[in-house]
């Protein structure tokens, strides 16, 4: 009787967990296999946009647009889907286009066309200018054709060959400026032909005002070629080489960087870097902040205590200005590739841009709303509207060679070199132009390479998961004869088959996957047989050519050596404190404990504040105790950030000693009282105490946090992700964050799963070097 | 070597519990004492009070003719072993008994020896010195093969004395000994019994035993301190508290099987009642005691002999008999009443048969029904 019941209940477990796994890949098989569910006389369109500085405002604007296309095309069914800012956009992007299902129509910004035309991920989409489901009121015609061209790319080259999306906004660049300070300083308001002598001028009036600074300038790679353009220079040449000797490039750039370095409040100094540079302007102690597009504009419309406007891009010996651009793209993989054009057509048409300039966030690309009462509208700041339209004739999209590093590297470089001051002009024009000329005679930027041979490594790996299963079934059978044992283990196989499955499909496979893509290149915005088999070529360019990569495992080395350490210490420390018994110690205990179960990023916010160089508590603190001594304390972040930014990320970490404490108090609480009892009657002191007893008693415990904290540490990335970005240059990019900037920033998922594995070589190696040079020192013998 | 005196101390937690009450024991030099009693008694923390471990809280201790009450343990020249041994299980078994002798040097001879240049030979006549103290104490317990072991590497015994070893090697004025061999099973406990004796006499130590075991107690203490509820019932060698046990409870607690108690009357003409059972008191042994007061009387098992029907004080049925070779204990219960009786063996009485006993008054003690349960004095 009991012995059927049991029967029958194991029965109903197993039909219950086979429903259950059953259930949820049903749910999966059933969205692939009946795309529309019912509705399937509809067709399904999938959109995807970000909000950015428009915020909720932006999400109104496309879901409302969506609407009304809708209604007027009762065919098409929208999807819309909004990941958040354009840096979780295009993490979406990217996983939706390696997963083969991307959306059917996304936003694209122009700086991202070359990267995503030249992966084969965009439908041209020229033939269809004509084709009959056109919105009417959509007429290219009629748009800036210097929005048009960002938009056009072929052979490595914006600007020309096929369009891959239709501009939905755009802006031109210049600065904005404090009315209130400028007439304080007696300077006139920028025309809208002023020079860059004007500019200078006008800042350092400002800047001399009590408490006031000249101008936030900021470095990014193409407002500084704009700014080059002005003086008629490029960083680029035509055959995208770096320019390192052109004396001009070399001026203005050093011109630029003496403002700042060799002036005192003419433009904000790099100590006081916040994380926004555009807010500082909110703060009205800046003359002018730029050079910025249109996208500031929500922001600065929260300003009530002072009077705003904005002036373009100053000239220097031409008129010369840059243009940024988001386009509606269209995926080359859609099913439905006309009622796709009906919508880019749609929402870039007239009507939409007209509702959507009226509420100020966006300049619309059809030049004839731009022009209308929609857009240019004196009554709210900023007054000066047409001065985003008129340089448009002599402006360009900033074009950049389809690889998106080399921006970021020159972002790094000039950084340095204008901004913290660590490099001269020329040091940093000849790094940007050794690692280019580096990355671009690599083997890896070769278009010739063989394809991976998926097919036949598939087999490799399905042969060998055959003949490891058919070896442990053998072994399984020659071990263990007796029946009812293995009735046993096969209960046991079955009650742990889920986990077992969940970690083959969701742990194992991709390890595997990432181990056989670190010997391709390939870009993870493709689908996998893009993947190009490159064998070892991955492992050595890290090796022989990637200064960063070496600068990384520096970084990140430093912060080990001394995070690790000073971290234990302070852990045990505070396990030794916590384990005195006093009334309230668990409430220390908690309050010791709580920062670890803060999260990552609110914690790095708060903590760049901390570090902030002029006003952050840290500096706060050291002043007085540095002063008396002839010394100064560091500006962590920017200016010695080379010495004292992976220090003051080992500072940092020991906000985060609790977790590590709760198990020293465990290890602690462990140890018998009468050896310390022993131990004071074998006249040993306190120290002795702890040194005798205490150490080789918790020593299993030590080893146990001081492994899990090495490994920790070389994992470092939401800190340094969210504080510093890395910067400046690469004094703060940690391993793990540069990996990160290989696989999504610059589309180089093979060549960061190859440090993937080298990090795990490295770890494993570490850990190795632990344990072994830590046997005589670690006794188990008080466990037992 | 040295006199340890305990001055009405006593202990109360923070928790207000009551711990140890106004205990004074005079321990002289070289005396085995052991403080005995149920657990809860008070005996342990007495023992951590003369050790250091435990603060106390009034009264006073002295070691030798020093006041010991704020000195620290490691300060109190004193060695102690540890119900669970305490060794370093990091430790080799050299390095457990050579511990406390490296504590023992002074940095300020140190560094007088280091300024006179002498340094290295004072080191190496210190290192000497130490390693002839452990081979000594190492060969009075036999622990010379097992220096470089681990403790967990040794068995129960072995570390049993390498405790004792860690003690010894650092020859102390006071060792005290905290239920040192309740982890030991009931043979090696023997063994140790017998060499913890013949260390005592071989070193001629003050020593300070705690047990709960009365016959470990009786064994061992040149005399006994008895203990309940935090206060020293008795204290005296272990004949004594044998022989004329101040109360009840002392009664009870010394000798196994454990002394028989009747609770009853005294009648007319001297005669003691308890139900059924009448015993005829001697005259005048008990001199004090009057008709109608009511007693226990107390016989021990081994005062109390088979008889004939005719002469018998108590008759019953034997429950249990437990062959124990030698001899033989039988409990004998008759309505509410039991009897524990030692009778020689070969008796042939098996479980349900009747058996009558006589007890030998002359050994056999009364105790007033009251709060202290004392024994009534006799003549």
Not at chain 1, 563 to 590: D, H, Y
């Amino acid at each position: 009787m009991v012995e059927s019941t049991a029967r029958w209940g194991r029965v109903a477990l197993v039909v219950v967990s086979l429903a259950l796994v059953a259930w949820a890949f049903a749910r999966v098989a059933i969205r692939e296999v009946f795309p529309s569910g019912q509705d399937s006389n509809r067709t399904e369109l999938v959109v995807m946009h970000w909000s950015g500085a428009g915020g909720p405002a932006e999400d109104a604007i496309v879901d409302r647009a969506l609407a009304r296309f809708e209604e007027a095309h009762p065919g098409i069914r929208v999807t819309r889907l909004n990941p958040g800012d354009a840096g979780s956009f295009y993490t979406k992007l990217q996983t939706m286009m390696a997963a083969g299902s991307p959306p059917d129509v996304f936003y694209l910004g122009a700086e991202r066309l070359s990267s995503y035309a030249d992966a084969g991920l965009l439908l041209p989409l020229d033939d269809r200018l004509q084709s009959p489901g056109t919105a009417a009121d959509f007429d290219l015609d009629s748009f800036y054709p210097a929005t048009v061209d960002a938009f056009r790319f072929d052979d490595g080259r914006v600007g020309q060959g096929p369009l891959w999306g239709i501009p939905k906004d755009f802006t031109t660049v210049g600065f904005y400026y404090n009315r209130d300070l400028l007439r304080e300083a007696g300077v006139p308001e920028p025309a809208s032909d002023w020079t860059w002598d004007d500019f200078i001028e006008s800042a350092r009036a400002v800047g001399r005002l009590p408490g006031c600074t000249g101008a936030e300038f900021v470095t990014w790679p193409s407002m500084i070629r704009a700014v080059l353009w002005t003086n008629g220079v490029d960083l680029l040449d035509e055959n995208d080489e770096i320019v390192v000797d052109d004396p001009g490039v070399v001026e203005v750039l050093e011109r630029l960087g003496s403002w700042r370095h060799d002036e005192d409040n003419t433009l904000t100094s790099g100590r006081s870097e916040t994380a926004n540079p555009a807010s500082r302007f909110l703060g009205g102690k800046l003359g002018f902040a730029g050079p910025f597009g249109r996208w500031v504009v929500p922001n600065y419309r929260s300003i009530t205590d002072f009077e705003w406007d904005y002036a373009p891009l100053p000239r220097g010996t031409e008129s010369a200005n840059m243009i940024a651009t988001v386009a509606w793209g269209i995926s080359a993989r859609t099913d439905h590739r006309d009622e796709a054009w009906q919508l880019v057509s749609w929402l870039t048409g007239a009507t939409t841009q007209a509702e959507q300039a009226s509420l100020g966030l966006a300049i619309p690309t059809n030049q004839v709303v731009a022009e209308g009462e929609s857009f240019v509208d004196p009554g709210t700041p900023p007054s000066r509207d047409r001065d985003f339209l008129d340089p448009v004739a002599v402006s360009r999209v900033v074009p950049w060679p389809p690889n998106p590093a080399l921006e970021g590297t020159v972002a790094k470089r000039l950084d340095q070199a204008l901004r913290t001051g660590d490099l001269t002009v020329p040091e940093a024009l000849q790094q940007i132009r050794n690692w280019w000329d580096v990355e671009r005679s690599s083997p890896l930027a070769s278009r010739s390479l063989p394809a991976m041979p998926w097919a036949w490594i598939t087999g490799v790996f399905l042969v060998g998961l055959v003949i490891a299963l058919a070896l442990g079934w053998w072994m399984l059978r020659r071990t263990r004869p007796d029946p009812a044992t293995v009735r046993e283990e096969r209960s046991g196989w079955l009650l742990v088959s889920p986990w077992v499955i969940g970690f083959v499909l969701f742990m194992a496979v991709p390890i595997l996957l990432s181990l056989a893509l670190s010997l391709t290149t390939w870009s993870g915005i493709t689908t996998l047989d893009e993947a190009r088999f490159v064998g070892g070529g991955n492992y050595e360019h890290l090796l022989a050519h990637d200064d960063v990569f070496w600068q990384s495992l520096k970084v990140t080395g430093v912060y080990a050596l001394l995070a690790v350490p000073i971290g234990q210490a302070l852990a045990l420390l505070g396990a030794l404190l916590m384990n005195v018994k006093i009334r309230g110690v668990s409430l220390f205990r908690a309050a010791w404990y709580l920062p670890s179960i803060l999260a990552g990023v609110g914690m790095a916010v708060l903590f760049r504040w901390v570090f902030n160089a002029e006003n952050g508590m840290m500096n706060v603190i050291l002043e007085p105790a540095l002063s008396p001594l002839g010394l100064e304390p560091p500006d962590w972040f920017v200016q010695d950030a080379e010495i004292f930014g992976a220090p003051a990320f080992a500072i940092m970490s020991l906000w985060l000693v609790g977790g590590s404490m709760m198990i020293y108090l465990a290890g602690l609480q462990n140890v018998p009282r009468s050896l310390y009892e022993a131990a004071e009657i074998d006249r040993a002191g306190p120290l002795r105490r702890f040194f005798s007893v205490t150490i080789p008693m918790i020593s299993p415990v030590i080893l146990f946090n001081v492994i899990m904290s090495l490994i920790g540490s070389f994992q470092v990335f939401t800190q340094a992700f969210v504080m510093t970005g890395g910067g400046p240059g690469d004094h703060t990019r940690f391993y793990v964050l540069y990996l990160y900037n290989q696989a999504f920033d610059y589309y180089e998922m093979g060549y960061a799963s190859a440090m993937a594995w080298l990090l795990l070589l490295i770890i494993l190696g570490l850990t190795m070097l632990t344990l072994r040079g830590s046997a005589r020192m670690v006794h188990y013998e008080g466990l037992r | 070597m040295a006199q340890v005196r305990l001055e009405s101390i006593g202990k109360t937690y923070p928790g207000g519990v009551r711990a140890v009450d106004g205990v004074s024991i005079l321990i002289e030099d070289g005396e085995f004492i052991v403080l005995v009693g149920p657990s809860g008694c008070g005996k342990s923390t007495t023992l951590r009070m003369i050790a250091g471990l435990e603060a106390i809280t009034d009264g006073e201790i002295r070691i030798g003719d020093r006041r010991v009450n704020d000195v620290a343990a490691r300060d109190r020249d004193i060695a102690m072993v540890f119900q669970d041994y305490a060794l370093y299980p990091h430790m080799t078994v050299g390095r457990n008994l050579s511990f406390g002798l490296l504590r023992r040097r002074q940095y300020s001879s140190r560094l007088r020896s280091l300024l006179s240049g002498s340094y290295r030979a004072n080191r190496r006549k210190e290192t000497g010195a130490i390693s002839d103290r452990v081979a000594r104490a190492a060969d009075v317990l036999g622990l010379g093969d097992l220096l470089d072991r681990h403790p967990r590497e040794l068995s129960g015994g072995q570390r049993q004395r390498v405790a004792l070893g860690r003690a010894i090697v650092r020859d102390p004025s006071v060792f005290l000994l905290d239920e040192p061999l309740s982890n030991l099973d009931a043979k090696l406990r023997g063994e140790m019994r017998t060499e913890l004796r013949r260390l005592h006499r071989q070193l001629g130590a003050t020593m300070v035993h705690v047990t709960h075991d009365q016959e470990e107690a009786m064994t061992l203490g040149d005399r006994l301190v008895v203990m309940k509820d935090g206060i020293v019932q008795q204290c005296g060698p272990p004949v004594e508290l044998y022989r004329e046990p101040v109360n009840r409870f002392v009664a009870s607690f010394i000798g196994t099987p454990e002394m028989n108690f009747l609770e009853g009357v005294i009648e007319e003409g001297g005669v003691f009642t308890s139900g059924s059972v009448r015993i005829e008191l001697p005259k005048g042994r008990w001199p004090s005691v009057s008709v109608g007061q009511q007693v226990t009387l107390g016989v021990r098992p081994e005062h109390l002999e088979r008889v004939a029907d005719s002469d018998a004080m108590f008759t019953g049925e034997a429950e249990v008999v437990e062959q124990l070779g030698d001899r033989t204990d039988v409990i004998l219960v008759n309505g509410n009443h039991r009897m524990t009786a030692r009778i020689a063996s070969g008796s042939g009485l098996r479980e349900g048969d009747s058996a009558s006993l006589r007890a030998d008054l002359s050994q056999a003690h009364l105790f007033a029904v009251d709060d202290g349960e004392n024994r009534i004095a006799t003549k």
